[in-house]
């Protein structure tokens, strides 16, 4: 049962990808560039009407690995450089580990669509998808 | 109790804002443009160190009033507007209500941070901060 101030996420689909380890995934999408897919709950299908290939989203994922009891990093994994607080970087490390991938469409499929780049490990559970907005400062 | 799978999101903080109810606020951020104060948990503000007034960040909220059942919607709330998946929204109403407003820091303080624009209702919680990457694609 979930407690009424209780925040639960519900997993909404799940990333299918190449990528087995967190050792694969570069530290950004740019350095990266595979493609993925995104496979959808068959009950939560009717929420992707509108969107299509060519359509760029952003993907929100829960890095599922990532140790939630951190507060400081060193940025990029790199040992040379100084201890950042988490929120003023991109690590998984931090106490709700949501991860935000801005990726294309490739192709809309029955089950989910196909997207890149995404580097992220299979089977990431996906817990939200908005679109870029074009226009404001959002995206 | 967490459960192992289960997808808990800890409050790192809350907003606080002039607006009280849905009605005020603007559907983007674009059209409104008010400032916010950000408090974050006082246990958690060692993770905002290299944070700094005049970064862009990303925030990301829990919408606690949403609809977490609706999966079509009709665009910008306009009833004119032909029903689409809330996938292909900015709607609040999704499966899982995660906001994402990115503002740009004014001022940092003892108890977090004052930024622009935020349309968000007084008491929001935050979930989330991550500052908008420059070079890649993302944020």
Same mark, same amino acid.
């Given at each position: %049962?979930?407690?009424?101030?209780? %925040?639960?996420? !519900? #997993?909404?689909?799940? =990333?299918?990808?190449?990528?087995?380890?967190?050792?694969?995934?570069?530290?950004? @999408?740019?350095?990266?560039?595979?493609?993925? %897919?995104?496979?959808?709950?068959?009950?939560?299908?009717?929420?992707?009407?509108?969107?299509?290939?060519?359509?760029?989203?952003? =993907?929100? /994922?829960?890095?599922?690995? @990532? &140790? #939630?009891?951190?507060? !400081?990093?060193?940025?990029?994994?790199?040992?040379? #450089?100084?201890?950042?607080?988490?929120?003023? /970087?991109?690590? +998984?490390?931090? +106490?709700?580990?949501?991860?935000?991938?801005?990726?294309?469409?490739?192709?809309?499929?029955?089950?989910? %669509?196909?997207?890149?780049?995404? &580097?992220?490990?299979?089977?990431? +559970?996906?817990?939200?998808?908005?679109?870029?907005?074009?226009?404001?400062?959002?995206?």
């Amino acid at each position: %049962m979930e407690k009424k101030d209780e %925040m639960v996420l !519900k #997993r909404i689909g799940s =990333i299918r990808s190449p990528l087995t380890s967190r050792e694969e995934c570069p530290k950004q @999408a740019s350095e990266g560039g595979h493609e993925g %897919m995104i496979i959808i709950e068959p009950h939560l299908r009717d929420g992707l009407e509108g969107l299509e290939a060519g359509r760029e989203i952003l =993907i929100f /994922t829960w890095l599922h690995l @990532a &140790d #939630r009891e951190i507060l !400081k990093v060193h940025p990029r994994g790199d040992a040379g #450089r100084p201890l950042r607080g988490v929120f003023a /970087t991109r690590s +998984p490390s931090r +106490p709700n580990p949501i991860g935000l991938h801005r990726v294309t469409i490739l192709e809309m499929s029955e089950r989910g %669509m196909r997207v890149a780049p995404l &580097d992220v490990i299979d089977g990431t +559970p996906v817990v939200d998808i908005k679109p870029v907005l074009e226009i404001s400062r959002e995206g």
